[in-house]
């Protein structure tokens, strides 16, 4: 099975900008969750899709939102982009079925870096 | 809120020697789950082990195992015969339920582990 892929992998936006990153999930993996890490914060939890719906949110600004389409894959958009926001934007999915286990696998990241 | 402490920023070990990492938790639920990531320096997050809180059982997968002290709130990893591969992040993690079906993974700061060979 292939794993879970982010695209792009590397993106540099100016202030003011807004961008759209992209998550594929395990092929079966219906549940999509959203990470940004940093050096100062670490690792902190976005949001999570499942079905299409945002199940889950973290304690980010309005200007970070998402969306999950049919096909379980999910975008998140961050608008108004700041200086504070260059990161590396994980994206993780995980299997729900009778046998759950919670476990999220990860993506490579995307890199943000804004000028 | 839960929380996750890693004490450790950074730690090295000789190659083939032992090495464990610390974790501590906060939490109020009783029904949890709790794993231990793996980040290299090529970034990609890797699952290496993981805990079930209702298991009593330390979970063992190949060079890893973990030491569960439930009521201390405590979950170390400890990695055998250390090997240069294993040179990277390690964070540990809490997953909890977190309403409306979703679980919510709560990450540590991490310890930056160098294989020294």
């Known amino acids: 099975k292939a794993g879970v892929t982010q695209t792009p992998r590397y993106l540099i936006k100016t202030r003011g900008q807004q961008v759209t990153l992209s998550c594929s999930p395990i092929?079966?993996?219906?549940?999509v969750s959203w990470y940004q890490q940093t050096p100062g914060q670490g690792l902190q939890f976005l949001f999570e899709?499942?079905?299409?719906?945002?199940?889950n949110k973290g304690n980010f600004p309005g200007r970070f939102s998402g969306r999950q389409f049919s096909n379980s894959r999910s975008e998140m958009n961050v608008s108004t982009l700041e200086l504070g926001d260059s990161a590396l934007y994980l994206c993780?999915?995980?299997?729900?079925?009778?046998?759950?286990?919670?476990?999220?696998?990860f993506g490579p990241g995307t890199r943000l870096t804004v000028t | 809120a839960q929380t996750v402490t890693q004490s450790q920023p950074e730690m090295s070990v000789q190659e083939a020697e032992t090495v464990t990492l610390s974790c501590t938790y906060d939490?109020?639920?009783?029904?949890?789950?709790l794993f231990w990531y793996k980040q290299p320096p090529s970034r990609q997050m890797i699952l290496v082990i993981r805990?079930?809180?209702?298991?009593?059982q330390n979970a063992t997968e190949n060079r890893f195992s973990v030491n569960f002290q439930k009521a201390a709130k405590s979950f170390s990893l400890k990695i055998s015969d250390s090997q240069l591969g294993d040179t990277a992040m390690y964070f540990c993690?809490?997953?909890?339920?977190?309403?409306?079906?979703?679980?919510?993974?709560?990450f540590g700061k991490g310890t930056k582990l160098s294989v020294i060979p």
């Open positions: 993780a999915s995980s299997w729900e079925g009778y046998t759950r286990t919670y476990e999220q696998y």
């Open positions: 092929s079966g993996h219906r549940s």
């Open positions: 899709y499942f079905s299409e719906t945002q199940r």
């Open positions: 939490t109020s639920e009783n029904n949890y789950y």
């Open positions: 805990q079930e809180a209702y298991k009593q």
């Open positions: 993690a809490f997953n909890a339920y977190s309403g409306a079906g979703s679980y919510q993974l709560t």
